[in-house]
């Protein structure tokens, strides 16, 4: 029951972070229709920047929860510069091109970003310093839940309700629903759509920055290339829920973070890649739409 | 934002670029000795780099606005289209080719063989984007199909080089089949990510699976090609596996060709042009995709043999998703579609490289970048597809198909 | 006589709107028939659910090859099937492949006709030879039925309007149908054009022998053309008859009332 309980909130803190991910690809989606494949390599560039920015702050003699905070602010600031940049450079250009020229584009940017960071820095491992402290109240249920994982879990909530407050009340958020749904009219009525797709991706980008910090944190390392299969399998998440779909974002991540959690701890850690990526396959054939999301008919 | 000075404009392109790049580029923290290293020069080279490329930037996009300059013909085109021009030319390359291996060592030799190899999978995954229009990026895992099928069946029984090229095609094929039935009905997109998906999955298992696949440590002494039983030296063997190469190349050359005008390839562009009026036309969605997404899987599971057959050692780390995308970027380097684009796109992508050294690190970022802005400045590829079209000439005459 | 396509109780929901509501209807061989009704009434949806791109909630759809076998069953047929079955459409925003040529276009609608597959493509035998021979010069003909013989060569995307719904009938003739469906085929056009369209349409049905359903907003075109005409309005059939029943069906003019002088 304890080995259960363990996996169960394992699955959890990883459904959290897919979930964060998640949120960016699906955000995208909902309003371009564009996989965004950079997304990925934007939370591993969040996550280097909380890196560098912690260990100069460390190194200069800084301690404690400041330094977890200015380094997730520095990571949030330039993932989002980043999420802002990628859009003008790779995506805008392409606004009227088919949909494989932005899916390609997309494609490149994400292996040069990655490739970025690989030269710029470095390609092995680095270690991430443990920036959330262990809580004391956190002692007895220490074995099977830790203090970071708490940390984890309740932010991923905090940010999953002050997003949806965004969306459903501000002037921008409603901006963001109209051009969803309808381009050409979002337009019309005065809508800035490039603004709004701007937006859109600075706000993905904090999400995945967030992430970034947060497994960074609790993992202890982080190379280059941990961007693409965060990536992957966050997207996985996004098309679980049904993509477009906020909630669906959130279920579509723990759906996720629970099965890996579980198959792994219970079937074999060697697949532990592969248990994604056949729900990723199998979710696109039998309900392509996700859980959460509803089947169009293409108009003629 | 807004200022029309261009000047400026670079200036705080410049500026933002720095912000950017700050602590990646200029911040590098040693965590053994617990030293921070700042690279200021960095800096400098990415303000003055970001304000010279954001004029470059603006004039091709200007220059993309204004389309096509009337009366510029693509230098292949000119070659192509004219006779006087075209024979020579065919000629020389055609000599040049013959010659190459006694020109050159056997290291030349070698690194050419690689290039040609990756131009046939060029050619082969050439099919299913741009042909077919369908983004495959796990196309190595055809690949590998291929040449663990060789490497496996002669491992346990000893089978031949000649007798495992139809195997591995066969093999290609089917899986190429296997997967494409459940993935090909979804969106473009959608089949782009499961392809990857698959090819991971592939990947990991022949990683994982050691009863089966002999794991990471791989398979070795897989025996090269044989010529009616002759023993070859290892010299003779690499210059016999070039021919082979050349003459794969032009067999796949003339495969595609014939596909392209074909009753399928007309079919494959109007699915590509609109899929519900092709439908409506009575063509077969499923059944044409899947003509595209097996073919080009066949030509990687042949390819996939002869790798196996010229390293004599294949392993897992041979098949990575990297592979998937170095091919991909060969296809949108050399031009969706078009065969000539795809042959010089593999030979520049594969040979640039592999000659100059200092650069070779940075190849993928080259890569990344190279498909971000084949994109945004021309979508068309290094040599645009240059489509036969039918004519009609009357009605006596044989049909041609004539290039436009 | 046996009709070619007999629609029973067709109906089609979209989540809670119901886009069709139980609709009859039949096509008899060389008949010209009509099926108008206001915006939305649902007529193009018809069309989809007939053709395979819709598949219908309710009902059933049956066509037969006059003189042919027995009437087939379309309901849950794939749009590419319904099109080998013999029916074959035009769509109301014209959808042509702008980058192939018009013969080109014409020659795609062979393909459910002809054979050859990869093989032939690689070999190219005197079979699969002969079979692209007779393709090209068919689709010529159909280029000149229409009277589009000067722009055989032409990019589709370069032909005039008018010019580009005619080559969307012969891509659609092409496949060789007992049932042409057009979706507004007059649709942006002038007087002139229509007139044209018109004579085309008859001479269709005469030459080729087979029967025409249309959607259409001309009530000029209609009324010359149409042996019987079907209103709908709301998802729903609510007249059928001869041009001259439907003109005084009061039904009718209700439903197209201060929209259209009948």
């Known amino acids: ?300 | 934002m807004k200022n029309k000075n261009p000047i400026v404009q670079s200036l705080l392109i410049s500026l933002w670029f720095v912000f950017l790049t700050f602590p990646v580029m200029v911040i590098r923290v040693n965590t053994v000795e617990d030293v921070v290293e700042w690279r200021w020069w960095n800096m400098l080279w990415v303000a003055v780099g970001a304000f010279l490329l954001s004029f470059l930037w603006r004039y091709l996009l200007a220059r993309k606005a204004r389309g096509p300059r009337a009366g510029s013909m693509p230098i292949a085109q000119r070659i192509a289209g004219n006779r006087k021009l075209l024979v020579p030319f065919l000629a020389g390359l055609a000599a040049f080719v013959v010659v190459f291996p006694l020109l050159f060592s056997a290291y030349q030799v070698n690194i050419m063989i690689t290039a040609l190899i990756y131009v046939v999978l060029g050619l082969g995954l050439n099919i299913v984007v741009g042909l077919a229009g369908l983004l495959d990026l796990g196309y190595v895992a055809f690949y590998a199909v291929g040449a663990y099928s060789y490497a496996l069946l002669n491992h346990h029984f000893g089978l031949g080089f000649w007798l495992a090229i139809p195997v591995g095609m066969a093999m290609g094929a089917l899986f190429g089949i296997l997967l494409g039935i459940p993935v090909l009905r979804l969106r473009g997109d959608y089949l782009a990510i499961v392809t990857l998906g698959f090819g991971e999955i592939i990947r990991l298992v022949l990683e994982n699976w050691n009863a089966f696949s002999f794991g990471p440590s791989g398979i070795a002494n897989i025996p090269r090609p044989g010529l009616f039983g002759i023993e070859l030296s290892l010299h003779q063997a690499t210059i016999y596996l070039y021919y082979l190469m050349i003459a794969l190349v032009l067999f796949t050359v003339f495969v595609v060709n014939r596909l392209q005008n074909s009753r399928l390839g007309r079919s494959w562009l109007a699915l590509k042009e609109d899929d519900i009026a092709c439908q409506a036309m009575g063509i077969d969605r499923m059944k044409t995709k899947l003509a595209a997404f097996a073919l080009g899987a066949t030509w990687a599971g042949m390819v996939g043999v002869i790798f196996a057959a010229k390293t004599t050692f294949i392993n897992p780390a041979s098949f990575t998703l990297w592979e998937s995308i170095i091919i991909l970027s060969i296809v949108v380097f050399g031009g969706m579609g078009s065969i000539t684009g795809v042959i010089l796109g593999a030979l520049v992508l594969i040979l640039l490289p592999e000659y100059l050294r200092a650069f070779s690190e940075y190849r993928m970022i080259l890569f990344g970048a190279t498909m971000v802005l084949m994109m945004v400045f021309r979508p068309q590829g290094l040599i645009a597809n240059v489509r036969r079209r039918y004519e009609y000439h009357g009605p006596d005459e044989e049909p041609q198909a004539e290039r436009a | 006589m046996e009709p070619v396509l007999d629609v029973h109780q067709l109906t089609m929901n979209f989540g809670g709107l119901r886009a069709l509501d139980s609709v009859d209807l039949d096509v008899r061989p060389k008949e010209i028939v009509a099926l108008i009704g206001p915006n939305g009434a649902g007529k193009t949806t018809f069309f989809n659910c007939i053709t395979g791109i819709y598949e219908p909630t309710g009902g059933d759809v049956f066509a037969a090859r006059p003189g042919g076998a027995r009437k087939a069953r379309l309901n849950g047929l794939k749009p590419n099937q319904v099109t080998e079955k013999g029916l074959a459409r035009t769509f109301q925003n014209i959808r042509l492949f702008p980058n192939m040529t018009a013969l080109e276009n014409v020659m795609i609608g062979r393909h459910c006709r002809t054979s050859s597959g990869i093989v032939g493509a690689i070999f190219r035998g005197p079979r699969t030879r002969r079979e692209e021979r007779e393709t090209v010069a068919r689709s010529h003909e159909l280029l000149e039925k229409v009277d589009l013989a000067e722009y055989v060569n032409e990019l589709a995307s370069n032909l005039p309007y008018g010019a580009q719904r005619r080559l969307e009938i012969a891509r659609a003739l092409a496949t060789e149908p007992f049932l042409l469906l057009l979706d507004e085929p007059a649709a942006g056009m002038n007087p002139q054009e229509t007139l044209e369209l018109d004579e085309l349409i008859t001479r269709i049905r005469d030459e080729e022998g087979i029967s025409i359903l249309l959607i259409e907003h001309d009530m000029k075109l209609v009324m010359s053309l149409s042996d019987r005409i079907f209103v709908m309005d709301y998802g729903r059939k609510i007249a059928e008859g001869s041009p001259e029943q439907i003109r005084v069906n009061p039904e009718v003019i209700k439903a197209y009332l201060g929209e259209e002088a009948v």
């Not at chain 1, 003699?61 to 400041?66: F, P």
């Not at chain 1, 984890?152 to 999953?160: C, E, G, L, R």
């Not at chain 1, 995945?208 to 609790?218: P, W």
């Not at chain 1, 280059?224 to 299969?229: D, L, M, V």
Request: proline content about 3%; charged content about 10%; cysteine-free.
């Open chain 1, 1 to 300: 029951m304890e080995y259960f309980l363990e996996l169960f909130l394992g699955g959890l803190t990883r459904g959290s972070i897919y979930a964060l991910i998640a949120l960016g690809y699906t955000m995208v989606y909902g309003i371009i229709q564009l996989i965004n494949f950079a997304h990925g390599e934007i939370y591993m560039i969040g996550a280097f920047t909380a890196l560098i920015v912690a260990n100069v702050l460390t190194l200069n003699g800084m301690q404690g929860i400041a330094v977890l905070v200015i380094a997730a602010v520095a990571a949030l600031v330039w993932s989002s510069a980043y999420g802002y940049t990628v859009e003008k450079i790779a995506y805008k250009p392409l606004r009227d091109a088919p949909r494989l020229s932005p899916l390609i584009s997309a494609i490149g940017m994400s292996i040069f970003l990655q490739n970025y960071v690989l030269l710029a820095q470095t390609s092995d491992f680095v270690s991430f310093p443990s920036l959330i402290p262990d809580f004391a109240f956190m002692d007895p249920v220490a074995h099977i839940m830790s203090s970071a994982e708490l940390v984890i879990v309740a932010t991923t909530v905090v940010v999953m309700i002050l997003l949806n407050l965004l969306i459903k009340y501000t002037r921008m958020g409603k901006a963001m629903r109209a051009t969803a749904q309808d381009k050409t009219m979002a337009v019309l009525s005065g809508v800035n759509v490039n603004r709004v797709i701007s937006t859109t991706f600075v706000i993905g980008s904090a999400l995945a920055a967030v992430g970034g910090v947060l497994i960074a944190s609790h993992i202890g390392q982080i190379n280059f290339f941990i961007g693409f299969i965060a990536g992957i399998k966050a997207f996985t998440a996004a098309v679980l829920g049904g993509i477009g779909s906020i909630p669906g974002a959130a279920l579509g991540g723990l759906v996720l973070g629970l099965t890996e959690s579980f198959a792994t701890g219970y079937v074999s850690s060697d697949y532990e890649d592969v248990f994604a990526f056949v729900l990723l396959v199998l979710i696109l054939i039998f309900r392509p739409a996700g859980i959460l999301g509803r089947s169009t008919t293409q108009k003629v």
